[in-house]
């Protein structure tokens, strides 16, 4: 069965560079979220999009920003990387059920291993 | 507020049985999940469980009590492939997933 894709699956940036990241969520899936991973650290959520549309918002950055596209497809855009943003990032990806966000499973993505330099 | 509470390392034997519990305090509550992560890799789909009592899926069973906020993961015939953390999340209200620390298993001979 086909899987969350996430490109790149490595990235290594400098400070202050930019990075995009990729989700291709499974076929079918209407919501997106996306997390971040330090070492040792449970994922924590980011934001998240159903239907193109933002429907919540975590702990991310003002220097983030993220979307949806017509395809499904998300990207999460980082600007003025900082050392402390190293970290796997994760894309996960659901279908809504008639009971609301996230009452659905979430199907995780390989990840985006990022280093910032 | 939401808080999870697992605990943060269980060693157990190959073949053996091991139960991992998650307790949580919510602010709503729809359902529980449990993810398996590898270091390093995604969490991987485990159990999910919205109503009172076990769920059993093969080698791995996941049990509910919602009055006393209260779950627990269960494997049996450990394999050495089961060393991994063991995330444990709550879906509470409109809020995406809040997860709990995680529970890092090691499995010896």
């Known amino acids: 069965a086909a899987g969350v894709i996430q490109s790149p699956r490595h990235l290594i940036k400098e400070k202050r560079e930019t990075a995009t990241l990729k989700c291709y969520p499974i076929?079918?899936?209407?919501?997106v979220y996306w997390y971040q991973q330090g070492p040792g650290q449970d994922p924590q959520f980011l934001i998240s999009?159903?239907?193109?549309?933002?429907?919540d918002k975590g702990s991310i950055p003002d220097r983030f920003s993220a979307q949806q596209f017509s395809d499904y497809h998300s990207e999460l855009n980082m600007s003025s990387l900082e050392l402390g943003d190293s970290a796997l990032y994760f894309c996960?990806?659901?279908?809504?059920?008639?009971?609301?966000?996230?009452?659905?499973?979430?199907?995780f993505g390989p990840g985006t291993r990022l280093t910032v330099l | 507020g939401q808080n999870i509470d697992q605990p943060t390392e269980m060693t157990a034997t190959e073949g053996a049985i091991v139960q991992i519990n998650c307790t949580y305090q919510?602010?709503?509550?729809?359902?529980l999940f449990w993810y398996q992560q590898h270091a390093g890799e995604a969490p991987t789909f485990l159990s999910y469980?919205?109503?009172?009592g076990l769920e059993e899926k093969g080698r791995f069973s996941s049990f509910l009590s919602r009055s006393k906020g209260y779950s627990y993961l269960l494997l049996k015939e450990l394999q050495m492939k089961d060393s991994a953390s063991y995330l444990c999340?709550?879906?509470?209200?409109?809020?995406?997933?809040?997860f709990g620390k995680g529970t890092r298993l090691s499995v010896i001979a």
């Open positions: 996960a990806s659901s279908y809504r059920t008639s009971g609301g966000a996230g009452t659905d499973t979430q199907y």
């Open positions: 076929p079918r899936h209407d919501t």
């Open positions: 999009f159903y239907e193109k549309m933002q429907s």
């Open positions: 919510t602010s709503g509550f729809n359902g």
């Open positions: 469980n919205v109503l009172d």
């Open positions: 999340a709550v879906f509470s209200g409109n809020t995406p997933l809040v």
